[in-house]
Every structure is written in C-alpha cells, then in structure tokens.
C-alpha cells in the first residue's frame, strides 16, 4: 500500500491551496484519514482527521479556514485550504489507516506562504 500525496506549492498570505493524497495497492478497507504538518524545527502535528464515517476533527489552529473531505470510491483524502498564513508553511503529510490497524504515511508535500 502507497500513499501518493500531491498539491503542495508557494502562494500569498490570503490565498488559498488544495492538497490530496491517493491510496493505491492492495486495499480492502481504509478507516481515519488524515494530515499532519510539520514546520522547520518542530514536531509533527495533526491538521485535520476525517473517519471512515465522514467525521471530522481539525486542529484549533485551522479550524474554520481548512476543509477536510475523502472520496471513498478513489481511496483518496483531500484538503482545501483557505485563508492561508505565514504560520501554516510546512511539510504536510497525509497519513491513513489500511486493513485494519496498519498506519501509512505519503511522501509529505511542501506548503509555503509568502509574499
């Protein structure tokens, strides 16, 4: 199983930027999906989690400006990300929960906010 994540880039404050992440493989179930980020010199931290019941969890930092969704029918996880800030530049990672109890991470992809 593979996590393929994609979307990252540099945009203004204000803007906005769109992530997703497919899953690919031998896939028979997949549960919670999610993001985590992690800036230059820091820990790893939950953005936002989206269950296999379409339940949504965002950290308070995001809460309000990202929207977390998941296409099950593609094994795929996105997140739409407005009103973006300086703070939120980070690696983002998309992670999963595959065939029971088995944790996946993609590759991570680069979100930058500058002027």
């Known amino acids: 199983v593979q996590l393929q994540a994609s979307g990252g880039g540099l945009v203004q404050p204000g803007g906005s930027l769109r992530l997703s992440c497919a899953a690919s493989?031998?896939?028979?179930?997949?549960?919670?999906m999610g993001w985590f980020r992690q800036a230059p010199g820091k820990q790893r931290e939950l953005v936002a989690i989206i269950t296999s019941g379409t339940g949504t969890n965002y950290a308070n930092s995001v809460k309000g400006r990202f929207t977390i969704s998941r296409d099950n029918a593609r094994n795929a996880v996105y997140l739409q990300m407005d009103s973006l800030r300086p703070e939120d530049t980070a690696v983002y990672y998309c992670?999963?929960?595959?065939?029971?109890?088995?944790?996946?991470w993609g590759q991570g992809t680069l979100v930058t906010v500058s002027s």
């Open positions: 992670h999963a929960v595959i065939n029971g109890p088995s944790v996946y």
């Open positions: 493989g031998n896939i028979f179930r997949v549960n919670n």
